[in-house]
């Protein structure tokens, strides 16, 4: 029996590893959906539909504090965490793995860009990141994501 999509269902409820990826191109190579998927988090995998809406429209609520979500999403074994465009209220100090990649969304500090920025908003006296310490200097690399101090 085919598994197919059928609106918001799989027939049959495959899981993600029984499903092929084929990338494009010239000695690309097959791989599980599963693990394409895992090439790449997103912190928005680790909020609730109220929290990712508070993040992407800047209203502050009661859930728009999101430390605790974005901590999740830096525990995870997953190297590339990705920040889509909204804006990041955190009330602590993350702590950060070595050698972890931060990729925000681009755009500008300008908060009348139209929403395309990745921020991290501080609010306290503390900061934004503490990298794990291990037994060698590790490193924390941030594209395209801006942290601001907010008073």
Request: glycine content about 10%; proline content about 3%; aromatic content about 10%.
């Amino acid at each position: 029996m085919s598994k197919a999509l059928t609106g918001s269902k799989f027939l049959n409820n495959p899981d993600s590893l029984e499903v092929g990826y084929a990338p494009s191109g010239t000695g690309a190579v097959a791989t599980t959906v599963q693990s394409k998927l895992r090439e790449r988090v997103s912190v928005f995998d680790f909020m609730t539909a109220a929290e990712i809406q508070a993040v992407q429209t800047n209203t502050w609520t009661t859930v728009s504090d999101v430390t605790a979500k974005l901590q999740a999403a830096l525990n995870g074994a997953n190297r590339r965490i990705h920040f889509p465009p909204g804006n990041y209220k955190i009330t602590s100090t993350l702590t950060i793995n070595q050698d972890t990649i931060l990729i925000g969304s681009g755009g500008t500090q300008d908060p009348n860009d139209g929403g395309l920025t990745s921020r991290i908003d501080v609010y306290g006296d503390f900061d934004a990141f503490q990298i794990k310490s291990g037994s060698y200097f590790g490193w924390l690399t941030m594209s395209r994501l801006y942290v601001k101090k907010v008073s």
